[in-house]
């Protein structure tokens, strides 16, 4: 089983910058695809990115595209979400997770969830 936990979420206003961390426990985080997913309000979850056990493969919905950067760093059982020129849409709450089989873009497919961590960025 694996535990997730995200930190790293604020304010930020629009155009600057936050950085996601999300710790994992458990001694095979390596080989889990991890991915981030977000929730607006009153919208439903959806899909930021996602990276491949080693994160060498990635993937990212086409609204963060050229803005955040997801990255791994296995001996420290950690994924990162940098976030770069926020928007106000970028409002959400933001939850990594994790999934045994591939760096899917459905949250169905995903195993394991962090409990979210809050980011707001003003106009």
């Known amino acids: 089983q694996v535990q997730l936990v995200e930190s790293g979420g604020g304010l930020a206003q629009a155009g600057g910058s936050l950085r996601l961390s999300c710790a994992a426990s458990g001694r095979t985080f390596g080989t889990y695809a991890m991915g981030w997913f977000r929730q607006g309000p009153g919208k439903e979850r959806e899909f930021v990115a996602a990276?491949?056990?080693?994160?060498?493969?990635?993937n990212y919905a086409d609204s963060v595209k050229g803005r955040f950067t997801i990255s791994r760093d296995n001996a420290k059982n950690t994924v990162y979400l940098q976030m770069n020129s926020l928007k106000p849409e970028d409002t959400a709450v933001y939850y990594c997770a994790a999934d045994r089989v591939y760096y899917a873009t459905d949250p169905y497919e995903y195993d394991y969830w962090g409990q979210g961590t809050q980011v707001t960025v003003s106009s």
């Open positions: 990276a491949s056990w080693i994160g060498d493969s990635t």
